[in-house]
């Protein structure tokens, strides 16, 4: 979805909805140890966890390489996203929309709205039609050839589109039929139903909201199956068929199966394996294996064995190995030829089927296999090339264990010293990421800052009694009020939001320094103290420089002189 910006309030919102605990712990398996969560650092190799997830700041701090932010940096480091990206997945893991500012999003939203209504609305039309017309029994007939059950196609709401051309513009608006690509128009303003005489099966997405559909002939003409185009409601690159019933039966599988087909899909389901999902007659991509690493820590890519299946699995290997971070595992499964998985789950009974996915190659077993077979590694040549093949895809992997693992295997079997790191980039993160020069504020002023930044509630305590600004008065003075009048104003539910406030502001350092200082337990207690404490600092500093200037000064500093004095001869 584009355009229109994203409303501030949203995003604060949305960050106080999530946890960042539960959304790193889906991504990065966290223990906790005290008041924080743990892990080994996403963003570089340790062997000790030093990656740290605070769930009262809504902040995450790796003290090896630096790496730190809220709930949104996280997901924009992670998955290699950019802002808005970041923002709608962090809204597709809270269940929820992103609205638009602009008026033209609203409306349309509002269109989007009656597009679903369509969509919903014509899938019932489709079940109807199955059910009810004379055609619609050439349709069921089809299903029962393939052995599917009435259960399993009530299940996934299969359908049936008639051959009439006229079948949907009798019923819907033109316009809306174009605008989801039940209609397709042609070269002279004419239109034309997209379905005829097919088997249709309703795309749901996650909420379970029909999105698009796939339709198969009943015969071998072709072609034999036909998807939505891209339209408002539907994009193939990220959707997958069958996650919304397969959530349903089961919200966190153990494995998720990827397969060719639709039909492959529903016959597993009935078969009782009811944790399969396909492509929608595209490449896998990133966004299908991210979607799925959300729900389940292994993906098992069951392809067919002739040739088509191979390069499917081959294509699929780029967006695979960007996503390959420690905890998350690819196994493939090539189907014997001749076999799609209906036919061999019935030919070899469910156990088997599913001993043969636990058994199925683990993909780095696969690729360096599947390497292995195209070149002479008897020869240095055959190596070179071997090495020059594999490497683009190392280089993909996430830093992690795995990346390491993967890259003495190359070096074993290249017999060099192939590296993988990427040092350059890897520096690069290093070095935006250490603080630049150290905060000149002495340690009082930093620790009241950072409590302040760390426990957002504490304004409430400055906001009751007042900020006697003049007060305020030490080296780095002025960038403290800045940010103090910031918190002022913008009452920061917690830490995760209030560097939201700063993202890309010269200060957005500082902030995240100090969201990072180390705070005991219960230090809010000490607040109160340090505040006055730091104000008496302040004072005693003004109180010297006017003593210092005494006769020098003017009336007005003389009467400020005068006033201290009294001050502080109360003390
Ligand atoms: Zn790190």
């Known amino acids: 979805m584009s355009g229109g910006r994203i409303p501030r309030a949203f995003i604060d919102d949305l ?18 140890t005290g008041a924080n969560y743990v892990a080994r650092c996403p963003f570089h190799s340790e062997k000790t966890p030093s990656f740290s997830v605070n769930s009262n ?19 924009m480091e992670f998955n290699h996203l950019d802002f808005v990206e970041a923002v709608e997945d962090l809204a597709a893991f809270a269940g929820i929309d992103v609205p638009r500012e602009a008026a033209v999003a609203a409306a349309d939203k509002a269109d989007l709205q009656s597009l679903y209504d369509l969509m919903e609305q014509a899938a019932d039309f489709y079940v ?37 051309w006229q079948a949907l513009t009798g019923r819907f608006d033109q316009q809306a039929l174009l605008a989801v690509g039940l209609l397709g128009g042609n070269d002279n303003g004419g239109v034309y139903a997209r379905f005829r005489h097919r088997v249709m099966f309703p795309i749901r997405d996650k909420r379970g909201r029909v999105i698009g559909f796939g339709g198969r ?45 639709y039909l492959d899909v529903i016959a597993l389901a009935q078969l009782g394996i009811s944790y399969a999902v396909a492509a929608l007659g595209t490449a896998v991509s990133q966004a299908h294996l991210e979607l799925l690493f959300r729900y389940t820590p292994e993906l098992v890519f069951c392809f067919d064995g002739d040739n088509a299946g191979r390069e499917a699995i081959w294509k699929a290997m780029d967006a695979a190995f960007s996503v390959l971070q420690d905890g998350r595992q ?47 590694l008897g020869e240095m040549e055959g190596r070179a090339q071997y090495v020059n093949k594999a490497k683009p895809y190392l280089l993909k992997l996430p830093y992690s264990i795995f990346k390491d693992m993967m890259q003495a295997r190359l070096q074993e079997i290249s017999k ?44 409430g305590v400055l906001e009751e009694q007042g900020v006697d600004w003049d007060a305020l008065d030490f080296k780095g003075a002025d960038k403290f009020k800045a940010i103090l009048q910031v918190l002022l104003a913008e009452k920061p ?13 010269p200060d957005e350092g500082i902030i ?43 009336e007005q500093e003389k009467e400020e002189f005068r006033k201290l004095s009294m001050h502080r001869s109360r003390k």
Not at 57 to 75: D, E, M, R, T, V
Not at 236 to 257: A, D, F, M, S, W
Not at 516 to 539: D, H, M, N, T
Request: proline share 5%; with cysteine.
């Open 330 to 376: 690819i196994r493939i499964m090539l189907l014997p030829q001749g076999h799609d998985p209906d036919s061999w789950v019935r030919s070899q009974g469910v156990g088997a089927f599913s001993a043969d996915l636990q058994a199925s190659s683990v993909l780095s077993d696969y690729f360096f296999d599947h390497l292995a077979a195209e070149f002479n």
């Open 57 to 75: 700041k809504q902040f995450f701090h790796c003290f090896g390489c630096g790496a730190s932010g809220n709930a949104i940096s996280f997901l």
């Open 512 to 554: 995240t320094q100090l969201a990072a200082i180390k705070l005991e337990a219960g230090v809010e207690q000490e607040f109160s103290g340090a505040w006055e404490k730091l104000l008496e600092q302040g004072i005693d500093a003004r109180f010297n420089r006017l003593l210092a200037k005494a006769d020098s000064g003017s």
């Open 128 to 164: 109807q039609q199955l059910r009810t017309s004379a055609a619609g029994k050439q349709a069921v007939a089809y299903l029962k050839k393939r052995d599917l059950s009435g259960e399993v196609a009530a299940t996934f709401r299969l359908g049936y589109a008639p051959a009439d």
């Open 217 to 261: 002939v009943l015969d071998d003409s072709l072609p034999k199956y036909l998807n939505s185009p891209e339209t408002p409601l539907f994009h193939k690159g990220r959707e997958v068929y069958g996650l919304y019933e397969l959530l349903k039966t089961n919200p966190k599988p153990q494995r998720i199966v990827l397969v060719e087909g």
């Open 416 to 459: 060099s010293a192939v590296d993988v790191s990427d040092k350059t980039a890897r520096l690069n993160y290093r070095l935006a990421r250490t603080p630049q020069k150290k905060d000149s504020a002495p340690p009082l002023e930093r620790r009241t800052l950072a409590m302040l930044v760390q426990i957002p509630s504490l304004i």
């Open 15 to 32: 960050l106080v909805r999530i946890d960042i605990v539960e959304l790193i712990d889906s991504h990065v398996p966290l223990k906790k």
């Open 493 to 505: 539910a917690t830490t995760g939001v209030l560097l939201e406030h700063y993202r890309g502001h």
